[in-house]
């Protein structure tokens, strides 16, 4: 596609559900960053995939969270049990190679979460 | 850990006047600086990427300098116009992307 693609773009739950959120990157970027950006904040770092693999998680907050990119392209951000906390808009951004060669990330439309 | 400090935290200027946001970062081993805009509601769009070799980047009316040794950087926005309102967040990237806060421009026709 043209840029990054981001499902559901709004999804509201109550607490204790489970929550999947798609991210569709740029065809051919290996890399993948999920972040998470609270109201009247900058966006925070959860995870970054290099290909298939989970290359740095340490911004997943606890073992709530968890992430998988099975085929290095698209990736689904798994929520367990969900808390009011974690109501937030949740950025998805590839980019085609790894940070160290400097390039730009593109980022999606975010899915907003709301839990009740 | 690296914090990214953005000021002002919000800015609101008359029609044609040049500005400048500030960014500063505390940890100068990175990669690169990014200045991205966010429209309301909407994700991310790269305005600006300088690498750390680089000390300033330009692109239209827009300009972002960058002095990693004393951990700041500044966009310059020339002849503001009331379409560049948005939320400018400066991100500096190690092995992922630390953000600001941001700093909410409205531009005032």
């Known amino acids: 596609g043209a840029g990054v693609s981001q499902t559901p773009s709004n999804k509201v739950t109550e607490k204790g559900k489970y929550v999947e959120l798609r991210c569709d990157p740029i065809?051919?970027?290996?890399?993948l960053y999920w972040y998470r950006q609270s109201l009247g904040q900058g966006p925070e770092f959860l995870i970054y995939f290099q290909g298939t693999g989970a290359a740095d998680d340490s911004g997943l907050p606890n073992d709530r969270f968890f992430a998988v990119r099975p085929e290095g392209s698209v990736s689904t951000l798994k929520i367990q049990r969900t808390e009011r906390g974690d109501s937030a808009v949740y950025l998805c951004a590839s980019s085609q190679k790894t940070p160290q060669y400097q390039e730009t990330q593109y980022f999606g439309p975010g899915t907003r979460l709301l839990v009740l | 850990k690296q914090e990214v400090t953005q000021i002002p935290a919000a800015l609101s200027v008359p029609e044609g006047e040049n500005l400048v946001l500030n960014c500063s970062f505390t940890?100068?081993?990175?990669?690169?600086l990014q200045w991205f805009r966010q429209d309301p509601g909407k994700g991310l769009t790269s305005l600006l990427l300088?690498?750390?070799?680089?000390r300033e980047q330009t692109s239209g009316r827009l300009n972002a300098s960058l002095d990693k040794s004393s951990g700041r950087s500044t966009l310059y926005i020339a002849a503001s116009q009331p379409g560049d309102s948005a939320t400018y967040l400066c991100?500096?990237?190690?092995?992922?992307?630390?953000f600001g806060a941001g700093t909410i421009l409205r531009v005032k026709s």
């Open positions: 940890d100068s081993a990175i990669y690169n």
């Open positions: 065809s051919g970027h290996t890399a």
């Open positions: 991100a500096v990237s190690g092995n992922k992307l630390v």
């Open positions: 300088i690498q750390s070799s680089q």
